[in-house]
């Protein structure tokens, strides 16, 4: 079915001059990896191709990358296709799909909402960039070494390193596809976990400032926290996994201030408990054990603890 779907795909970019990439709000490496991956492939693999990018590309994952090219968004003058990477509902892409003659979406999350013209959805792929690296096995298919990298990124981003559970046989097969375009493994791991010294210092603002309950481990970060680490709102929530690997925190939590839209944003990890339903609830979601959500303001933090520990406590 898999391989029928990406047979649709291919044929339906040929009939498009026209290409725009979207991807989610809030993007991780997998959001950036697929989005550039997919740029990169349609580039090396079809002719004539005008390939634009839709969100905002401030965030500080965008320079790991090393992207050379323009980052350009269209006019839509001509009948534009829209692919969607990692987004699981329409609600979370970053960027108007309804200019879009079309819409192709490729996602790895719980299905919720088929938004697509076509849907090449996965629950059971371990990320979005798993899923276009195997369009490789398609012999058209080609990337250069920084589309490789780049969805070799985003496979590493959602599986922590192959270590999470939706890691399987498909996700090393994937990683051999593109460790075999030859790009420096050393350089990007260092791209992606090389620290600064301004990270120890909020490293150890978070430990200091901790909370534990019942279970659930989490720290909060307001807006003069922020200010005062000198990091965005977004660089905030990427310290989640600080807190695990504790064998007493089932869950543990970033809740970040975004004074942007006068809400708090929350990373929601954890280790056999599922989170998901929890996230949706609190509009958000994502998968079984990473998930975010979003509160409308730090009273409903309280509720969403009680929810955590009642699944705990299940």
Known sequence: R?????EKILKKIDEYECICLYRHVNPDYDAF???????????????????Y????FSSDLVAKYQFNGEINEPNFEKP???IVLDTANQERIDGDISLCKEIIKIDHHIVVDSYGNLNLEDSTASSCSQIVAL???NKRVKLSSFGAAALYMGIIGDTNRFMYSATDERTFEA???LYNYDFDMQALYERMYMKHVKDLKVNAFILNHYIEDEG????VLKDEDLKHLNISRERGS???????????YKVWLAITENTKDHNWRVSMRSRHIPVNEIANKYRGGGHAFASGATLLSLDELSLLLNDIKERINE
């Open 135 to 137: 369009f490789l096995k």
């Open 175 to 177: 990683a051999i596809y």
């Open 216 to 219: 659930v481990a989490y720290y």
């Open 238 to 248: 990427d310290f989640v996994n600080l807190l695990s690997s504790v064998d007493e």
């Open 80 to 82: 534009t296709l829209g």
């Open 53 to 56: 990018f839709a969100g905002d």
């Open 33 to 51: 990896g697929s989005q550039f991956g997919m740029y990169d492939l349609i580039q090396n693999t079809f002719e004539n191709k005008e390939v």
């Open 2 to 6: 898999v391989k029928i779907m990406i």
